[in-house]
């Protein structure tokens, strides 16, 4: 398949609706996906969609260079994503999304480099990369959907599932704890961490600009609602019961440590951009250390 | 009204609704600060219920709609500015009205 690509310039002032004849369709951010896939797979309400809308807008509004900014996804509901976007983007196998996008990155550090994930892929089966990835503070930027469960397989309990949610695999109540991401993230070394639940969309595009922008390894967290496996075992209503009870529930927060920041069944929500550090990235490192070190003179041996 | 709202333009906005796209989730309905959009009777070709424009409607151009909904069926074209009237600013002074009660 020929993948075609479009330039983004920034949008005239004023959009009218002759432009729109010359784009890929009836909607004017239809030429950041490709022809013909819309609509996509999600259910009705699924927050993926939205998360996806705050992608495109963020590469509108952030100028990105679509030939220069390449999306990773995994597997899972929000995995489908990359195959959405009209730019070169891959589905990677299972949790193996971080893996893929460091390479590229190393490849050619000339490029935007962004995984859309789920909960599932990130964290289960790709936490280790997680970790590592931002241990090392490789220059990629992570968009993570959190659903609180596996929503392609059927809504299975997975790392974020709060305790006593239920699941297909925990039908009297989640009993493990969950993982904060955003504590995760912040103590495994990322330089920007973000959360925003799905009802956050213009605060979502903003904390993607930075993201791309800013050289490290940044993490955004969606909180976005599944109402066909998560919302409708835990009785949480429809998309819309969902999107208000974060509306009713998010609690804007800067001060708040990122170790208390931890997500309940039903509760408060703490949202906001809790890291915003600088850190050499991997490459900085490794020029400085590594290849300084190979390319220094050696010392000679004494006879 | 303003004293110098001879010299203010405001632009409204013109929803543009992509019917055949629509999965009835109703987050722009919702969340439209302006209470622009209802639920129509009429299904769509999917069997959901898109949203229309009310007539009395006056959308603000605030393009929320735009960025909530899932399904990319929606979205907001500027129509040319125009003075502001006597009939905009009625919500604004009612809403300041009320702030002074509350102080
Ligand atoms: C190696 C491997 N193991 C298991 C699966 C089955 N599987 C597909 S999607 C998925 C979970 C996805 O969950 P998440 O990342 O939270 O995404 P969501 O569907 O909730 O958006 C699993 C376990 C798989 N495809 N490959
Ligand atoms: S199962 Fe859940 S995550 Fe998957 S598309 Fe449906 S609502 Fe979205
Ligand atoms: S742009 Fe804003 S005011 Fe206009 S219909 Fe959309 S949400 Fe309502
Ligand atoms: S937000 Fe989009 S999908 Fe949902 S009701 Fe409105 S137009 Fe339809």
């Not at chain 1, 999600?42 to 590469?59: D, H, Y």
């Given at each position: 398949?020929?993948?075609?690509?479009?330039?983004?310039?920034?949008?005239?002032?004023?959009?009218?609706?002759?432009?729109?004849?010359a784009g890929h369709g009836d909607h004017p951010l239809d030429r950041y996906l490709k022809k013909g896939r819309i609509p996509h797979i999600?259910?009705?309400?699924?927050?993926?969609?939205?998360?996806?809308?705050?992608?495109?807008?963020?590469?509108e509004k952030g100028n990105f260079d679509t030939k220069k900014t390449v999306v990773v996804s995994g597997i899972?509901?929000?995995?489908?994503?990359?195959?959405?976007?009209?730019?070169?983007?891959?589905?990677?196998?299972?949790?193996?999304?971080?893996?893929?996008?460091?390479?590229?990155?190393?490849?050619?550090?000339?490029?935007?480099?962004?995984?859309?994930?789920?909960?599932?892929?990130?964290?289960?089966?790709?936490?280790?990369?997680?970790?590592?990835?931002?241990?090392?503070?490789?220059?990629?930027?992570?968009?993570?959907?959190?659903?609180?469960?596996?929503?392609?397989?059927?809504?299975?309990?997975?790392?974020?599932?709060?305790?006593?949610?239920?699941?297909?695999?925990?039908?009297?109540?989640?009993?493990?704890?969950?993982?904060?991401?955003?504590y995760l993230a912040k103590a495994s070394g990322a330089v920007y961490v973000a959360r925003w639940?799905?009802?956050?969309?213009?605060?979502?595009?903003?904390?993607?600009?930075?993201?791309?922008?800013?050289?490290g390894f940044c993490f955004v967290e969606a909180i976005t609602p599944c109402p066909t496996a998560h919302?409708?075992?835990?009785?949480?209503?429809?998309g819309l019961s969902m999107m208000?009870?974060?509306?009713?529930?998010?609690?804007?927060?800067?001060?708040?440590?990122?170790e208390d920041t931890a997500i309940g069944l039903k509760g408060k929500i703490a949202v906001g951009e809790f890291v915003n550090i600088d850190k050499p990235t991997f490459m900085d490192m490794y020029d400085e250390c590594a290849i300084c070190r190979a390319n220094a003179p050696k010392k000679s041996k004494k006879s | 009204m303003p004293l110098d709202a001879g010299r203010r333009e405001i632009v409204l906005g013109k929803v543009n609704i992509i019917s055949h796209r629509c999965k009835g989730c109703r987050y722009c309905i919702e969340f439209c600060p302006s209470n622009t959009l209802a639920e129509s009777e009429d299904f769509n070709e999917k069997g959901y219920h898109p949203p229309y424009v009310k007539s009395d409607a006056k959308c603000v151009n605030c393009n929320y709609c735009e960025t909530i909904c899932p399904e990319f069926a929606i979205f907001v074209t500027e129509l040319e500015p125009r003075n502001l009237l006597s009939e905009d600013v009625v919500k604004t002074q009612s809403r300041a009205r009320r702030r002074t009660r509350r102080e």
């Open positions: 398949m020929k993948i075609r690509f479009i330039d983004a310039e920034a949008p005239p002032a004023s959009r009218i609706l002759e432009n729109l004849a999600w259910c009705s309400g699924c927050g993926n969609g939205i998360l996806l809308t705050a992608f495109v807008k963020a590469m899972g509901c929000i995995g489908r994503a990359a195959g959405y976007l009209d730019l070169d983007t891959y589905h990677t196998t299972h949790g193996r999304a971080i893996p893929f996008a460091t390479g590229l990155k190393l490849a050619n550090p000339k490029l935007n480099v962004v995984v859309i994930s789920g909960d599932g892929d990130l964290f289960a089966i790709g936490g280790n990369h997680f970790i590592h990835a931002a241990r090392r503070n490789v220059d990629i930027t992570l968009i993570c959907s959190n659903n609180f469960n596996y929503g392609m397989t059927g809504g299975q309990g997975g790392p974020t599932t709060p305790l006593e949610s239920k699941t297909t695999t925990t039908p009297y109540g989640c009993s493990e704890h969950p993982f904060n991401l955003v639940t799905a009802l956050h969309t213009h605060e979502l595009r903003d904390s993607i600009i930075h993201s791309v922008n800013k050289p919302g409708r075992r835990n009785k949480l209503g429809d208000k009870s974060y509306r009713d529930n998010s609690v804007l927060t800067t001060e708040l440590d990122p | -």
